[in-house]
């Protein structure tokens, strides 16, 4: 019988159908809409249109490439760029995107001359930073920030957001929601702006979503991982109800043979300039398998065999067998964190494999 290719990916997307679904609802309960984020699955079209047949007919990608992608495949949705553009790209931006994410005046100037040049309207959310310190407008100078916007043609502001638990970790707290929602509210009324996005954050967002009496202005969210990996993340617990595991990364063992635990000879810095420590064991079996660090982050790994992954070079993943004999064409599969999945997904030589029917990794969902 003929092998799988591998390595490869394994997606079930009725496991990612299901979750998207349970999330819509439950976002909706409180009167906020979701918008998928596909970047961490490179906007792969079977999961798109997955999010699509399940409600979320509102996308978001950081790569304008991927958009165009997107665009291209004439699929019924609404296409936001999550990042701020690059001077470089305006004229794709304007071509491609339907909202951009924006924080430089320099840049939504050059949105607009582009969008006069296209004869377009160009729809911006302006982002605040309310402390995670990635990007965002500084609350004081969000009002002279607007106030210069509303002087551009070719631009409609249709939203303020703001980012949560992406660089610095800062936690969605209700203070913080009041505290942007506020915010809101004042440039409403001193504009005059109708904002159909409020965009209050992330899948970092789902504990103060569950226990917030009041969701204030917060009227749209952004959802990428807790809609593939069925977690929240802040804390990386599973979201009762949802699936963690419709992502499952398949590896071949290569080699398999009894070796010493330790290097032996002198010893330096390896190929990632690294001076590493090895732990004394005696002879072992240790097993490689055909994938390394240009085709998966390795540390977002957990094998599903009682195995141990002892380390990893471009393209070599070397493991502890323990008491498995695992032979030369065997598979070892692993599940995947967020920055697994994203790396194994944007691969070229991982190949993606789509499937509805069948679990093929041995977690299940979580309780409801």
Not at 217 to 233: A, D, V, W, Y
Request: hydrophobic share 40%; proline share 4%.
């Amino acid at each position: 019988m003929r092998k799988e290719i591998a390595p490869r990916v394994e997606v079930d997307l009725r496991k990612i159908r299901h979750n998207a679904r349970v999330l819509k609802k439950l976002y909706e309960e409180k009167e906020i809409q979701i918008t998928g984020v596909v970047k961490g699955v490179g906007a792969s079209l079977e999961i798109a249109k997955v999010l699509i047949e399940s409600g979320i007919t509102s996308l978001a990608d950081t790569k304008i490439s991927r958009i165009q992608k997107l665009k291209s495949a004439q699929l019924n949705a609404t296409y936001m760029l999550l990042r701020t553009p690059a001077l470089s790209e305006v004229e794709q931006v304007v071509r491609f995107a339907d909202i951009s994410m924006n924080t430089e005046l320099e840049v939504i100037r050059a949105l607009s001359a582009e969008a006069v040049k296209q004869q377009k309207v160009h729809s911006i959310i302006l982002m605040v930073e309310m402390g995670d310190l990635r990007e965002g407008i500084m609350i004081k100078d969000v009002p002279a920030f607007i106030e210069e916007v509303l002087k551009l043609p070719g631009i409609q502001i249709v939203g303020l957001g703001t980012n949560f638990a992406c660089f610095g970790g800062v936690i969605p707290t209700e203070q913080k929601m009041h505290e942007f929602s506020s915010l809101v509210k004042r440039v409403q009324k001193q504009f005059s702006l109708f904002l159909p996005y409020v965009s209050g954050g992330n899948s970092a967002n789902y504990h103060w979503l569950k226990q917030t009496k009041d969701v204030g202005m917060i009227n749209h969210i952004r959802l990428g991982e807790s809609i593939f990996l069925g977690r929240e993340t802040v804390n990386g617990t599973p979201i009762p109800g949802l699936y963690q595991d419709a992502f499952c990364l398949v590896a071949e063992v290569i080699e398999s043979k009894l070796k010493p635990s330790v290097p032996f000879g002198d010893r330096g810095r390896n190929a990632f300039g690294e001076t590493v420590s090895f732990k004394e064991r005696g002879i072992i079996r240790r097993a490689i398998v055909g994938m390394g660090r240009q085709d998966v982050l390795v540390s977002g790994l957990t094998p599903l065999l009682p195995v141990e992954i002892l380390g990893s070079s471009s393209d070599h993943i070397i493991l502890d067998t323990k008491n498995m004999d695992l032979k030369l064409g065997d598979e070892v599969r692993f599940s995947l964190d967020y920055g697994a999945m994203l790396s194994v997904m944007t691969s070229p030589y991982v190949h993606k494999k789509y499937i509805s029917e069948k679990d093929h990794c041995s977690a299940k969902r979580t309780s409801a």
